[in-house]
């Protein structure tokens, strides 16, 4: 019986393959799925001067790395990122990330993507997400008025 399922499970697996479905380890387990194709590779990042210049004029050094995970979110597809609020700057989605710096602690950034570039629109010391959300929407809703 055992023999029977053995050959029946070779032939399928071999069946599989010739089709090309990928092969299948020793332990019944998938392989190894193929490394994600970078997003946008090295996309260049803007920083807005009203939501930005405060935080930027305290921590100079900030603005390096703030840009380094910014380009990091984007060439992986924006794995750590959220959206920030419904509301659009420009026509484009607004998200937001975190970003852990020693020497400032960490901040909340919020950036629109439009074409492969990103423009940093709002960096906050505020980390709870409700409050982060509230003043990026006061701070939307001033640059509108």
């Known amino acids: 019986m055992r023999a029977t399922i053995a050959a029946e499970s070779k032939q399928a ?13 020793a332990k019944g387990g998938a392989p190894d799925p193929a490394p ?4 946008m590779p090295h996309a260049p990042v803007a920083f807005g001067k009203s939501g930005c210049q405060a935080m930027l004029r305290k921590h100079p050094h900030l603005q390096a ?4 995970t910014v380009e990091r979110q984007l060439t992986h597809g924006l794995f750590k990122s959220k959206f920030a609020t419904n509301a659009r ?6 998200w937001e990330c975190r970003v ?16 492969g570039s990103a ?3 709002f960096i906050s010391s505020e980390l709870q997400k409700r409050a982060f959300t509230a003043e990026l929407e006061r701070f939307l809703e001033k640059g509108r008025a």
């Open 13 to 25: 697996k071999e069946a599989a393959v010739s089709m090309g479905a990928p092969c299948v380890d």
């Open 36 to 39: 994600a194709q970078p997003m």
């Open 65 to 68: 790395r703030i840009a380094q």
């Open 89 to 94: 700057w420009q026509g484009s989605p607004v």
């Open 100 to 115: 852990n710096e020693k020497s400032v602690g960490s901040v909340r950034v919020a950036f629109a993507v439009h074409e």
């Open 119 to 121: 423009t940093v629109l």
